[in-house]
């Protein structure tokens, strides 16, 4: 048997890489698939079948999820404009807030830097069910339940209330030389001017993924809504969804599955357009390191 | 530069937001929805009429319960002139935003609650109304005694009932007759036969009755109180010895030995667990478990999931022993009146519309069947009420002697999994324990500790 040309190795070793990517990157992605194909079938089918293309498909589903209105109350477009009135602000203030707070531990000296950083990481470990009572509380007495501007659900974070966002860029400020900032200083520039001038370009791809997140999580966000929305006229996506889903009398779930799948649809394309971004910055970041 | 006038833009967005956010905060720091913030966005404005009103109700359902209850207090408007806000959702969640807003006195002026909530939330009586002080204007004696004792707290009438409930079996016949069986069960034996014959024509993977840990439980209720004659639990006290249980647990094994209900094991394989119900799973759907145990109101549920509903029957409550009927029913919900209400006369006459009038013509049978006399002729006159709902919730309520205790469906007892129900009957069923007694005496220390603890408030 003669020994196998280098190039047919290359290429057998090659095949089973994507072999097993594929494999594995299928059985990830076959979850959403199901989905998808759930959306077109029915109650009895969903629970009975793992295939994901549907027998009898129908597009029911989709035609309840635009239309379904509660008397005028709301309806699917209007939840998504809700919830991105909120989620947006919400966003950027995430990230300018985070990012100052950030600034100020990692580059600053001042009296009790340490222990105030021990403080905000220790609230790190603090689960939001601890929180919701005495929030709401709070937000009681400024009367902002039910705020029509959604007060209580955004301006937390214009004082950096997402310590994980905090702690995240402490750490990436952290990398950056402060060689850097002297220099800047000597060209004479302020506090304020190194900040945007100089680290927050060398910490984009690190506010891109703040600003993801902080995305994402705000628009899946379900028990911030709940208690302090209570006008349906004013329901974000997170509470439109459910809003049929009662255990008591049934509901059709291929409506659910394609008003969940509309509802992902925005915070898909805003990851992908994010990701280039972010990919960016990493690559940007590696060559002049 | 190009960031330097980002950043200048942002600032200046967020100064905006800021001043706007200053302007309303003060503004609406008294009544929270007035729109005096509205021509900041146009949404609210276009809206004002279901933002606004003179009353206020929350209630949780689907979305046929969302239809009816807006119909009904369309017409109610309509009628008296009086605005009614709504606030509606789903369950999941609905309780913890419920009790955050009873506590910061934040709740709407009329609540759609649950039974168990009037003790929870409003045990001293702080919360509701006393609707007896209003009954010049809600006809009280359209509601049977004993459900308006139910809803009497700390010795107010602090809801009123909407719909009674309680457990009765549901068969898919067209599996029995397949087993070779025409009539829907109506003994023990006859139970205990349909295992037989599904076994034996149908094969191993065939039921006729499907029960969950919380469905054995309550079934051995049942049991026990028809066969001894006694309430499970009278003056916050188990009225029962630990032998006694154990006969019960002997009775549900009796079940799972011959064949009538599948192991819990068998169960859980087929994905039924405390998340899954029955009625999502395959064997439920195609007709293999053709039997549950379940609340009336959950019928239509059970009906829709099958593959084929045409065989879905009401069942007879069953008889197991000769000193009583056995069984209860209970207040599945009610309407009540929050202390926080302003206007406490209309909202008064908005539950008297819902319940004794023209409303519950609309709400038919969407909250359960009408506790209320003339709410069910109403309803029954309108044709909006389910007959199937309607046939069960009549078997149960002209079969069951005996009262729910409170702390019967108390979480530490119900959850699962966790619950002391749950650990039982599943323990039992996969022969964790050595025997029936020591099932019992599980199942009465965990019973026992949580009336005690119900008893210390």
């Known amino acids: 048997m003669t020994p196998m040309k280098l190039e047919t190795r290359h290429k057998i070793a090659r095949f089973f890489q994507y072999f097993v990517l594929i494999v594995v990157g299928f059985v990830m992605i076959y979850p959403l698939l199901w989905m998808i194909g759930a959306t077109f079938k029915s109650n009895a089918e969903i629970f009975t079948s793992i295939g994901f293309i549907p027998t009898n498909p129908t597009l029911d589903g989709y035609i309840a999820a635009v239309t379904q209105n509660y008397g005028g109350d709301i309806n699917i477009w209007r939840a998504f404009l809700n919830t991105y009135s909120y989620v947006i602000p919400k966003v950027i203030f995430t990230v300018i807030s985070s990012v100052i707070a950030a600034y100020g531990f990692s580059r600053f000296k001042f009296k009790g830097r340490d222990v105030l950083f021990s403080i905000m990481i220790s609230t790190l470990f603090l689960p939001q069910v601890v929180l919701n009572v005495p929030q709401y509380l709070m937000y009681n007495t400024f009367g902002w339940i039910n705020s029509p501007l959604y007060l209580p659900l955004w301006v937390p974070t214009l004082f950096a209330t997402e310590t994980y966002f905090v702690y995240q860029l402490v750490q990436f400020m952290r990398s950056i030389p402060h060689d850097l900032d002297e220099a800047a200083s000597i060209d004479g520039c302020g506090p304020v001017k190194i900040l945007y001038k100089i680290i927050c370009p060398m910490l984009s791809p690190s506010l891109v993924a703040c600003g993801l997140f902080q995305f994402m999580w705000s628009c899946n966000d379900f028990m911030g809504p709940l208690l302090y929305v209570t006008t349906p006229t004013k329901y974000p996506m997170s509470i439109f969804v459910k809003l049929s889903m009662d255990g008591d009398t049934g509901f059709n779930w291929n409506r659910i599955l394609a008003l969940s799948l509309i509802s992902i649809i925005p915070q898909l394309i805003v990851f992908f357009a994010a990701q280039d971004a972010f990919i960016d910055g990493i690559a940007a970041g590696s060559v002049k390191g | ?457």
């Open chain 2, 1 to 457: 530069m190009k960031k330097a006038i980002a950043l200048a833009l942002a600032g200046v967005m967020s100064v905006g937001l800021l001043a706007g956010c200053g302007s309303s905060g003060s503004s609406s720091s008294g009544a929270a929805s007035e729109s005096a913030t509205g021509e900041t966005s146009a949404t609210t404005a276009s809206d004002s009429g279901s933002g606004s009103g003179d009353l206020s109700i929350s209630w949780w359902g689907g979305d046929s319960r969302h239809t009816a209850y807006q119909n009904a207090l369309a017409a109610f408007t309509e009628e008296t002139g009086i605005q009614v806000s709504t606030h509606y959702g789903a369950w999941s969640g609905w309780e913890d935003q419920t009790s955050a807003a009873l506590y910061s006195d934040n709740a709407e002026d009329v609540m759609q609650v649950n039974w168990n909530w009037l003790s929870q939330y409003s045990g001293d009586g702080s919360k509701f109304v006393d609707l007896n002080e209003y009954s010049d204007i809600i006809d009280l004696s359209q509601f049977p005694q004993s459900t308006l004792d139910a809803c009497t707290v700390a010795g107010k009438l602090q809801a009123l009932p909407v719909s009674m409930t309680g457990r009765i079996f549901y068969w898919n016949m067209n599996t029995f007759k397949q087993a070779g069986i025409e009539e829907v069960p109506s003994t023990l034996d006859d139970l205990y036969a349909a295992g037989e014959a599904f076994k034996t024509n149908l094969g191993d993977d065939y039921y006729p009755l499907a029960l969950g840990e919380y469905d054995r439980m309550l079934l051995m209720t049942f049991y026990l109180e028809s066969t001894y004659g006694k309430p499970w639990v009278e003056d916050n006290t188990l009225q029962y010895t630990v032998e006694e249980i154990a006969t019960g647990i002997d009775f549900i094994q009796s079940l799972e030995d011959n064949h009538v209900i599948p192991s819990l094991q068998t169960m859980n394989a087929a994905g039924i667990d405390g998340n899954n119900s029955i009625d999502k799973s395959e064997q439920w759907i195609n007709g293999m478990y053709a039997g549950i145990f379940e609340w009336d109101s959950s019928a239509t549920k059970y009906q829709g999931s099958l593959a084929d509903p045409s065989g879905f029957t009401v069942g007879n409550e069953i008889k197991f022993g000769d000193k009583a009927n056995g069984g209860f029913s209970k207040v599945s919900m009610g309407l009540a009146i929050t202390e926080t209400c302003q206007d406490k006369e209309a909202a008064a006459k908005l539950i008297n519309f819902l319940l004794n009038g023209d409303g519950a013509s609309i709400m038919g049978s969407e909250c359960g069947i009408p506790n209320s006399a003339s709410g069910l002729a109403a309803a029954e006159a309108a044709g909006a009420v389910d007959e199937l709902v309607l046939e069960a919730n009549t078997k149960v309520m002209a079969f069951v002697d005996f009262q729910l205790d409170p702390t019967y469906e108390s979480n530490d007892l119900k959850a699962n999994p966790g619950g002391v129900y749950t650990d039982v009957f599943g323990g039992y069923s996969y022969g964790e324990y050595a025997d029936s007694t020591e099932a019992a005496t599980d199942l009465y220390d965990g019973v026992t500790e949580a009336l005690e603890d119900a008893a210390k408030g």
